[in-house]
């Protein structure tokens, strides 16, 4: 099962995304 882990990844990029529009 690595969907959880592959949405966590999902969501860390997303965080990154966000920080460098800030």
Do not use: I, P, W
Request: charged share 25%.
């Amino acid at each position: 099962m690595r969907y959880l882990n592959k949405y966590e990844e999902t969501r860390a990029q997303q965080r990154n995304n966000m920080a460098l529009h800030l």
